[in-house]
């Protein structure tokens, strides 16, 4: 078991204790979510397949959240931030603009990328040091920016 999930369990434990239903429930969709990826794939995950799938599911809510607004549902908006706060828990901190870009130019550096074409080896090398810390279709974009 991983330390965030063991971190999970804890949480779930805590909400469970403090009669707290929609941190509850936020946590155990968490948990299935988890529990559904290891047996899809017949193994334990580790902390940065359990950043993946908490990266995913914050991005989901992210998008949901516009649609909602989008579409004058008030109510649906603050049940999505509510639940992007519980999933934010669990997600190391974000990287600033300025940390971004100077792990972009030192990746683009280290893989001697020139062009776009060779993009997916500098997003390779950026993907396990960023996932969860930052959006990486925006890192995606910056990365064919400086490249381009």
Known sequence: M???QAQLGDAVKAAMRAGDKP???TLRMISAAIKQKEVDERRSLEDADVLAILDKMGKQRRESVEQYEAAGRDDLVSAEKAEI???GEFLPKALT???IDE???AA???TGAESVREMGRVMARLKPQMQGR???SAV???VKQQLG
């Open 2 to 4: 991983s330390n965030l």
């Open 23 to 25: 941190r509850l429930a």
């Open 85 to 87: 706060a519980i999933i």
């Open 97 to 99: 603009e300025a940390e």
């Open 103 to 105: 792990q972009i130019a």
């Open 108 to 110: 683009i550096r280290e």
């Open 134 to 136: 930052a959006d990486m």
């Open 140 to 142: 995606s974009a910056r």
